[in-house]
């Protein structure tokens, strides 16, 4: 089918055409081998990812496994970094934003506006997935909002970076929940550039957006939405890791400076929901949020074709090991869990109210107490400010 669309050129798609666009996958079999001398067969998928053209590997018999639980409650983050106290630790040179949070510039830059944005409150850490609420997320856009303005005044800067680190262990110096974001000057960001292209060829080629033909042919699927309205939340087809989720809107958006404060609020306000799910549901401690829009120059262009959009990838509670020998040296991604089991699970968040029996457990099956404790902790005060 690719085939011959690609020769006849631009050629808008339709009916049974559309169907399979986007959400291509491959099933294999191994090689046969022995364990106590019995013989085995196992099945695996392949799929590439219709964003970024990224390769996941997925062994079906290890994703049909019991989904263990991710966080470790046993390790003891610090009390307070550099973040808590940043008037002492940071240059003075900071954004001070309206919606209540500060940038600061990073100490050791390796672009030309190089901030970290810090999220109060300041004295402490807010650690918890389940300690997100509404606010922060609107902190995090407005921030980006904000920083993504000031870059766009400045004839050297190409686009806008935005990277957020929230947990312990997400992978960052600080321990404090921030986001970094960044300047884009000289030489386009290699995976940025990569997805645009991609983008960019298949309108071109099918005369249609692909976000728009994701959506489609993931909303006729259903086993990997999560949230579908103005905002599509999907576990993610071909993820990086395990629970990984991407969040676009539908109205064609490429970059955050094209949105008004109200539909920043509105985008913001059903994703609040994907965190204390991946928190409560599946044991997810620790996140790293990657957002990502069109340059500057082209993003005006860029609406029929690219979408402003959101992954939030899981981390794993002891680092490095969510990062292995297939994914450095091959660039492919091992994943362990299906992701049409994790979504059936996260989408419970926002079908029906919380549930104590379907908090995760422990690998050898029984509660997490602290897990439990929180959850409690958090039904005693409600939950109307995570739906």
């Given at each position: 089918?690719?085939?011959?669309?690609?020769?006849?050129?631009?050629?808008?798609?339709?009916?049974?055409?559309?169907?399979?666009?986007?959400?291509?996958?491959?099933?294999?079999?191994s090689s046969l081998f022995?364990?106590?001398?019995?013989?085995?067969?196992?099945?695996?998928?392949?799929?590439?990812?219709?964003?970024?053209?990224?390769?996941?590997?997925?062994?079906?018999?290890?994703?049909?496994?019991?989904?263990?639980?991710?966080?470790?409650?046993?390790?003891?983050?610090?009390?307070?970094?550099?973040?808590?106290e940043f008037e002492k630790?940071?240059?003075?040179?900071?954004?001070?934003?309206?919606?209540?949070?500060?940038?600061?510039?990073?100490?050791?830059?390796?672009?030309?506006?190089?901030?970290?944005?810090?999220?109060?409150?300041?004295?402490?850490?807010?650690?918890?997935?389940?300690?997100?609420?509404?606010?922060?997320?609107?902190?995090?856009?407005?921030?980006?909002?904000?920083?993504?303005?000031?870059?766009?005044?400045?004839?050297?800067?190409?686009?806008?970076?935005?990277?957020?680190?929230?947990?312990?262990?997400?992978?960052?110096?600080?321990?404090?929940?921030?986001?970094?974001?960044?300047?884009?000057?000289?030489?386009?960001?290699?995976?940025?550039?990569?997805?645009?292209?991609?983008?960019?060829?298949?309108?071109?080629?099918?005369?249609?957006?692909?976000?728009?033909?994701?959506?489609?042919?993931?909303?006729?699927?259903?086993?990997?939405?999560?949230?579908?309205?103005?905002?599509?939340?999907?576990?993610?087809?071909?993820?990086?890791?395990?629970?990984?989720?991407?969040?676009?809107?539908?109205?064609?958006?490429?970059?955050?400076?094209?949105?008004?404060?109200?539909?920043?609020?509105a985008m913001m306000r059903?994703?609040?929901?994907?965190?204390?799910?991946?928190?409560?549901?599946?044991?997810?401690?620790?996140?790293?949020?990657?957002?990502?829009?069109?340059?500057?120059?082209?993003?005006?262009?860029?609406?029929?074709?690219?979408?402003?959009?959101?992954?939030?990838?899981?981390?794993?509670?002891?680092?490095?090991?969510?990062?292995?020998?297939?994914?450095?040296?091959?660039?492919?991604?091992?994943?362990?869990?299906?992701?049409?089991?994790?979504?059936?699970?996260?989408?419970?968040?926002?079908?029906?109210?919380?549930?104590?029996?379907?908090?995760?457990?422990?690998?050898?099956?029984?509660?997490?107490?602290?897990?439990?404790?929180?959850?409690?902790?958090?039904?005693?005060?409600?939950?109307?400010?995570?739906?």
């Amino acid at each position: 089918m690719y085939q011959n669309l690609e020769q006849e050129g631009k050629t808008a798609i339709g009916g049974s055409e559309r169907k399979h666009m986007l959400l291509k996958e491959y099933w294999g079999k191994s090689s046969l081998f022995h364990v106590d001398s019995l013989a085995h067969q196992t099945t695996y998928l392949t799929r590439v990812d219709p964003i970024s053209g990224g390769l996941s590997k997925i062994s079906v018999e290890r994703a049909q496994r019991a989904m263990g639980i991710v966080a470790d409650f046993e390790i003891r983050p610090i009390e307070k970094c550099d973040f808590c106290e940043f008037e002492k630790h940071t240059p003075v040179e900071r954004v001070d934003h309206d919606c209540g949070c500060i940038s600061v510039p990073n100490k050791y830059p390796w672009e030309k506006h190089d901030w970290i944005t810090i999220y109060p409150p300041y004295g402490h850490h807010k650690l918890l997935l389940s300690d997100l609420y509404f606010e922060d997320l609107e902190r995090m856009i407005e921030s980006s909002y904000d920083l993504a303005l000031l870059c766009s005044k400045d004839p050297d800067v190409i686009s806008f970076m935005d990277f957020t680190n929230w947990g312990p262990f997400a992978g960052a110096s600080q321990q404090h929940p921030h986001s970094q974001r960044r300047s884009v000057t000289f030489v386009p960001d290699p995976g940025q550039q990569k997805q645009l292209e991609r983008c960019r060829t298949f309108s071109e080629m099918y005369n249609a957006n692909l976000f728009d033909l994701l959506a489609e042919e993931e909303i006729r699927d259903g086993r990997r939405v999560i949230y579908n309205n103005d905002v599509l939340v999907l576990s993610s087809f071909a993820p990086c890791c395990s629970d990984e989720v991407t969040i676009f809107p539908r109205a064609p958006i490429s970059h955050i400076l094209q949105t008004t404060p109200a539909e920043r609020k509105a985008m913001m306000r059903p994703i609040l929901g994907i965190f204390p799910a991946l928190f409560f549901y599946r044991g997810v401690s620790n996140i790293n949020i990657a957002v990502h829009m069109a340059p500057f120059r082209e993003m005006e262009e860029a609406r029929g074709y690219y979408r402003w959009h959101m992954h939030i990838y899981p981390r794993r509670a002891k680092l490095p090991i969510d990062r292995a020998g297939a994914e450095i040296g091959f660039d492919t991604n091992v994943i362990e869990v299906m992701p049409e089991r994790s979504a059936g699970i996260l989408r419970e968040w926002y079908t029906h109210p919380p549930r104590e029996d379907m908090i995760a457990r422990l690998p050898d099956g029984s509660p997490n107490e602290k897990l439990l404790a929180e959850f409690r902790k958090l039904m005693a005060v409600g939950v109307n400010n995570h739906h």
